[in-house]
């Protein structure tokens, strides 16, 4: 039986508190996909398919493992005589009072003064979330951000809330009550970010890498701007949270398209885990300068999606103490390279699209050896993405390397919004073959993706033994991105 969840987040589990706020703990019991599951992905039949068994791996002793996959899990077997290396993110224990640590670091925070005292005066903010692709526990971070700017005086309605989609698509109602909670959405303005609205956009100027800076209007006009985030590692800026709600969360396209161009995504340092020196991250705080930021409340949450600690002031500083605290629990040391890795896109949200489930893909490039597999196990639940992103998939496909599509993508006069995420997907694809397990995904739909299908996981680990024979190296990643395994000596 299905447990009573909240009715404002729709957690399976919660813990309420004061404030109107819920804090989402422990995610649902995991589920093993049944012939009759709608959720369960299936071959095709096609050249691309990796066929069905009759049963799943049956061996007298088997490794369990659950993956995160969607809302509630997909839980696998492995024979023992296999010996997978299974890579999870170090226990960091949740907060045991979330709402008084995020207190304590908002009262001392980083390298800026006390929100409150910055608001003193002013007469209008501007409190910037991140879109429903990111795990963020708004509900906890809000109702003590809205307090500090009433505390100064601010009213609820001139008090808003942006959601920073990026080129993603907006939020509709639902998922406004899904991101902030009802009472936040009937106290304060919510709007939703367009790239694409070219009068919702003030020009700042241009990055000493020639960048144009456009902005959203409503952050810009107002006197407080406060940025909120998750910090987790980020296959193109190193580490998420701090500078990326502002840009590429509330940048106009023409400013994305800069800040994506090959030159920046084809830099060896645009990966994960790097920070220092990362040529994407240098370009973001560089447009971060021209639009000041006056205060960040950021993140780091644990594999239940519980607030472990808050990293709250300076857009610079305080995301930098915070990307060292994340650091220690999201790398893990791998003995080394493996054959075969079966990974996720790290379940609900991140796997809601084919689009987001790429990073599940580029987070075990460093695990996975060269012409060797990987096979991802990511729901897609609302299919591919953008219908741009189908568009550059399209693209992709018509060429044999990924040097030839770089070549075409670079020219002056070919853009295509997501084609970053293609390169990305192609990157990834240079290293190693990719086998996807995507229940929510169409035989149509799958042909686009660059991978081969399976039907389950077990399906596609019999087959890739039977490519790289029976005693190849087995790597398992239940959490996919949101830990980043590490092999020795690199």
Same mark, same amino acid.
């Given at each position: 039986?299905?447990?009573?969840?909240?009715?404002?987040?729709?957690?399976?589990?919660?813990?309420?508190?004061?404030?109107?706020?819920?804090?989402?703990?422990?995610?649902?019991?995991?589920?093993?996909?049944?012939?009759?599951?709608?959720?369960?992905?299936?071959?095709?039949?096609?050249?691309?398919?990796?066929?069905?068994?009759?049963?799943?791996?049956?061996?007298?002793?088997?490794?369990?493992?659950?993956?995160?996959?969607?809302?509630?899990?997909?839980?696998?077997?492995?024979?023992?005589?296999?010996?997978?290396?299974?890579?999870?993110?170090?226990?960091?224990?949740?907060?045991?009072?979330?709402?008084?640590?995020?207190?304590?670091?908002?009262?001392?925070?980083?390298?800026?003064?006390?929100?409150?005292?910055?608001?003193?005066?002013?007469?209008?903010?501007?409190?910037?979330?991140?879109?429903?692709?990111?795990?963020?526990?708004?509900?906890?971070?809000?109702?003590?951000?809205?307090?500090?700017?009433?505390?100064?005086?601010?009213?609820?309605?001139?008090?808003?809330?942006?959601?920073?989609?990026?080129?993603?698509?907006?939020?509709?109602?639902?998922?406004?009550?899904?991101?902030?909670?009802?009472?936040?959405?009937?106290?304060?303005?919510?709007?939703?970010?367009?790239?694409?609205?070219?009068?919702?956009?003030?020009?700042?100027?241009?990055?000493?890498?020639?960048?144009?800076?456009?902005?959203?209007?409503?952050?810009?006009?107002?006197?407080?701007?406060?940025?909120?985030?998750?910090?987790?590692?980020?296959?193109?800026?190193?580490?998420?949270?701090?500078?990326?709600?502002?840009?590429?969360?509330?940048?106009?396209?023409?400013?994305?398209?800069?800040?994506?161009?090959?030159?920046?995504?084809?830099?060896?340092?645009?990966?994960?885990?790097?920070?220092?020196?990362?040529?994407?991250?240098?370009?973001?705080?560089?447009?971060?300068?021209?639009?000041?930021?006056?205060?960040?409340?950021?993140?780091?949450?644990?594999?239940?999606?519980?607030?472990?600690?808050?990293?709250?002031?300076? *857009?610079?500083?305080?995301?930098?103490?915070?990307?060292?605290?994340?650091?220690?629990?999201? *790398?893990?040391?791998?003995?080394?390279?493996?054959?075969?890795?079966?990974?996720?896109?790290?379940?609900?949200?991140?796997?809601?699209?084919?689009?987001?489930?790429?990073?599940?893909?580029?987070?075990?490039?460093?695990?996975?050896?060269?012409?060797?597999?990987?096979?991802?196990?990511?729901?897609?639940?609302?299919?591919?993405?953008?219908?741009?992103?189908?568009?550059?998939?399209?693209?992709?496909?018509?060429?044999?390397?990924?040097?030839?599509?770089?070549?075409?993508?670079?020219?002056?006069?070919?853009?295509?919004?997501?084609?970053?995420?293609?390169?990305?997907?192609?990157?990834?694809?240079?290293?190693?073959?990719?086998?996807?397990?995507?229940?929510?995904?169409?035989?149509?739909?799958?042909?686009?993706?660059?991978?081969?299908?399976?039907?389950?996981?077990?399906?596609?680990?019999?087959?890739?033994?039977?490519?790289?024979?029976?005693?190849?190296?087995?790597? *398992?990643?239940?959490?996919?991105?949101?830990?980043?395994?590490?092999?020795?000596?690199?």
């Amino acid at each position: 039986m299905r447990s009573t969840g909240c009715m404002t987040c729709s957690a399976a589990r919660a813990t309420h508190r004061d404030r109107s706020a819920c804090i989402p703990t422990k995610r649902a019991a995991a589920r093993t996909p049944s012939p009759t599951d709608p959720c369960a992905a299936r071959p095709t039949g096609g050249p691309s398919a990796i066929p069905s068994q009759n049963s799943p791996i049956r061996e007298r002793r088997a490794m369990n493992i659950t993956l995160a996959y969607g809302k509630t899990g997909l839980d696998i077997a492995i024979d023992d005589a296999l010996k997978p290396a299974v890579y999870r993110k170090k226990r960091n224990p949740g907060a045991a009072d979330p709402h008084a640590a995020l207190d304590t670091a908002m009262a001392a925070p980083i390298g800026a003064p006390r929100l409150r005292d910055i608001a003193a005066g002013k007469k209008t903010a501007a409190i910037v979330i991140n879109d429903i692709t990111r795990p963020v526990p708004n509900k906890l971070l809000l109702p003590h951000i809205i307090d500090e700017l009433r505390w100064a005086g601010l009213r609820d309605t001139d008090i808003c809330i942006l959601n920073a989609t990026g080129t993603h698509r907006p939020a509709p109602r639902d998922e406004q009550i899904e991101l902030v909670g009802e009472d936040i959405l009937a106290r304060h303005p919510f709007f939703n970010h367009d790239c694409h609205a070219d009068h919702d956009h003030l020009y700042l100027g241009l990055t000493p890498n020639g960048t144009e800076v456009f902005l959203d209007k409503r952050y810009m006009e107002a006197d407080v701007r406060v940025l909120t985030g998750l910090i987790e590692p980020h296959f193109m800026a190193g580490y998420s949270g701090g500078r990326k709600a502002l840009c590429p969360g509330l940048a106009s396209i023409r400013t994305v398209r800069h800040i994506h161009h090959p030159r920046f995504m084809e830099h060896p340092t645009a990966a994960n885990l790097v920070v220092k020196g990362n040529f994407m991250h240098e370009e973001l705080l560089s447009i971060i300068r021209m639009a000041r930021v006056d205060f960040i409340v950021n993140a780091v949450i644990n594999e239940d999606r519980e607030l472990c600690a808050a990293f709250c002031g300076d *857009v610079d500083e305080a995301h930098l103490a915070g990307v060292e605290a994340a650091r220690r629990y999201d *790398v893990v040391e791998a003995d080394a390279e493996a054959d075969i890795v079966i990974t996720t896109s790290a379940g609900y949200p991140l796997d809601k699209t084919f689009y987001q489930a790429v990073k599940g893909l580029c987070g075990v490039e460093g695990l996975v050896r060269r012409g060797g597999t990987v096979i991802l196990a990511a729901e897609c639940s609302e299919g591919m993405g953008n219908p741009a992103f189908l568009d550059c998939l399209r693209v992709r496909a018509q060429f044999a390397s990924h040097d030839d599509y770089i070549r075409h993508i670079e020219q002056p006069d070919h853009f295509i919004p997501d084609q970053w995420q293609v390169e990305k997907l192609s990157q990834a694809l240079r290293r190693a073959h990719a086998v996807l397990v995507a229940g929510g995904l169409s035989e149509k739909d799958h042909q686009l993706t660059l991978c081969e299908r399976a039907a389950s996981v077990e399906s596609a680990l019999r087959a890739c033994l039977q490519k790289h024979g029976p005693s190849a190296k087995i790597a *398992v990643v239940p959490e996919g991105p949101y830990v980043i395994p590490v092999v020795k000596g690199e």
